[in-house]
């Protein structure tokens, strides 16, 4: 009989898959960091507990085209500075990615928000523009003009908290335990660049624009809630990186449950049921 590819693989293929993992080659990035300051109101109610806000109000956008083998992939994270503990690191709200392979592994593993999406990263000469799209919005946009080299920074590492969960079979609560992850991350930098621009303010229902972050209204996304209030810096560059995580502590189950919708474009969409008329 033929290789049922579905069946059991043996512990031989396993560790080879193990091994191959551990051997990959640096990955580098190219893309644009935007960093701003926002309402620290608006910081401390999009984080749940036992995160808490750091004495800085701030957000991040990065927004990065990466050399994975084989196929390009667009890789986006748009967080909010947070503390647990001693610790201090950044809370990620949103991360659209552009293929699916990294979008499973990164929420199975470490309970990343990845999302299908839009990534872009496009360079004209000098002139640089950035953005995060999803359902037709492209409720990011990070835009500018290369203004000159800046010095390469130490290789460093950061902190993400997530939170991993499975939402409940029955539709109430959790399945077990949700817990807090502590992902760091070690990087690299080979470019960097100052990014500037005309800074033009301005404010409709639709969206905030402030300098060049523009923050379009979304019901799926909605990062226009953390304006900019005070733009910090913007920079295009190249890095790479590796990461690695655990888990911190179990969490408060009804402490993180209103907090779960923004995994999804629907708070029902964890439980989603056949479409209306459907037998």
Known sequence: ?????????????????????ARLPD???TGVTAL????????AAVLPPPLK???SPLVRVNISEVGLPAYPLGAGSVAVAAAHGAVDGWYPLVMPMTHERVLTGGREVFGEPKKLGRVTVERAGPAVRAALERHGIAFVEVRGTVDGALPLPEPSSRTDFYFKFLPAVDGSGFDGDPVLVHC???ERVRRLERVTG???LRESRFDRVTGDVVLRESRFDPVADLPVLRLLEIT???KTGDQSGRV???????ALLPYVHQRYDDPLQAHDGPPEGSA
């Open 1 to 21: 009989m033929a290789r049922v590819r579905y069946g059991a693989r043996t512990e031989r293929e396993i560790t080879a898959t193990r091994t191959a993992a």
């Open 27 to 29: 990955i580098w990035s």
């Open 36 to 43: 701003w300051e926002t309402d620290p109101d608006a910081v």
């Open 53 to 55: 806000p750091t004495g």
């Open 184 to 186: 760091v991350r070690h």
């Open 198 to 200: 005309d800074v033009v």
């Open 236 to 238: 295009a560059g190249e």
């Open 248 to 254: 911190a502590e179990r969490v408060d189950a009804r």
